[in-house]
């Protein structure tokens, strides 16, 4: 008997996974192929033309706009791998060198974070104190001319920036060519002086709508007219990328396209990629769980339930009052409702915090919460003019739960609350 045969037996159960499939599951896999973004990414490399063409001449700032799991992540991060690959090929003596850089201001919180972590990768050992951020910008500045770079930061997920610091940081950063130069001036005796030369270019990643309306005016000139929209994806694109996930990490045996079908329209009402993916890899591990060696409809029925459609860390991140605020809204919207007012939240919030035992944060305070989960996609806030009999009553602002099923938020919540209490 062949020793694979008798580990066969040993075990008697083989995985619906291929050996390593899992990892083309994870959130930080970058597939080979990207699906239906060709216009996007031709949009991308348009904008970023002069970093091939005139590394050093001008500056280019662009936003990505999408709501979750439309792929602004995973595009960013193959644009930036794409353009050094294309860049190191084409690499004479005496270019500059290109580099990429990509922060996710999720986990990098602050604006003197972010620099310190661009800083590191430059100067290993950078020192994490001691400098403040215009201090670290002119630093940044002086090393891309040093060490002769040409740079394009990203900044993912920008929403998660406290929005006074955000305005301020991409004020300081839109300006930061027009400073580079008389840095330099200042610093080398020998700089030639090319006034209008510039290293440092940006692109931003935001599920908010209305990300350039947070602005102050001289930004928008250069930030907020480099708008990539990023739609959600069709039933059929859906399709197409969960199918050749599947492909890559599956037993062919173990799934057909009758199930990519179903995985396709559950996660259509979203268009949200991350979503159907996370979907198929939770109905496999089921059937493994099972001991089954295939995955089924009732796999994925019962994966929908464990699986929210916005990256559990999104809830995780909140602090306790956006938590409890989000808590308060999910159970008013609990009782089938489309939608809840404020001063009902207003109420559902205080009942909420004196259950929890925390004492209910100031209206303007609350209002402000209200408009971070507004910022984060997790809300929606419109202002609406109501009409009953035909008789108008005015204007009220109505908070919906973006399409998360409520029950899900509210278990979720309740642990991350009580965990974050004991
Ligand atoms: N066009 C695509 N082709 C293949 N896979 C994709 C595509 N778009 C997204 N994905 C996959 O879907 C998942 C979510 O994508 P991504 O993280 O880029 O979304 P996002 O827009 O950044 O979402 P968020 O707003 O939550 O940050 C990832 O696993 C990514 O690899
Ligand atoms: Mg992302």
Known sequence: MSSTNFSALFTNFQSVFIEAGEKVFASNYIPNHLWHREEEMKSLVNYFRSIITEPTGSSRKVVLYGPVGTGKTVISRAFGADLTRYLRSEHKPGDPSFRFFHVNCRKTKTPHLILTTVLRQLVPGFPLRGFSVDELLRMFSLLLYEQNLVSLLVLDEIDYLISDERTDFLYALSRIEEGESKIRNDHFSTFPGNHTESR???????????????????????????????????????????????????????????????????????????????????????????????????????????????????????????????????????????????????????????????????????????????RLGLIQQEVENRHKNGRSMGRVTTIRVRDIPVNEIIQSLNHLIEDSQS
């Not at 099972?290 to 916005?310: C, F, G, M, Y």
């Not at 259950?355 to 507004?374: F, P």
């Open 200 to 374: 440092f270019n940006l692109l931003c990643c935001t599920r908010d709508k209305n990300f350039r309306y947070h602005l102050d005016s001289s930004t928008i000139s250069s930030l907020g007219r480099n708008f990539i929209t990023f739609p959600p994806y069709t039933r059929n694109q859906l399709f197409d990328i969960v199918s050749s996930r599947a492909e890559l990490g599956l037993r062919e045996e173990s799934y057909n396209n009758d199930l990519i079908e179903v995985i396709a329209s559950l996660a259509e009402e979203y268009g949200d990629a991350r979503f159907a993916i996370e979907l198929l890899w939770r109905a496999a591990k089921l059937a493994d769980r099972e001991k089954k060696d295939q995955i089924t409809a009732e796999h994925v029925r019962k994966a929908v339930v464990s699986v929210l459609p916005i990256e559990k860390s999104v809830l995780e991140d909140l602090n306790t009052h956006q938590k409890l605020l989000l808590l308060s809204i999910a159970r008013l919207l609990c009782d089938n409702r489309p939608f809840v007012t404020t001063p009902e939240v207003k109420h559902s919030y205080m009942s909420v915090c004196e259950e929890a035992g925390v004492r209910a944060r100031r209206q303007t305070q609350m209002w402000a919460y209200l408009k971070d989960l507004g």
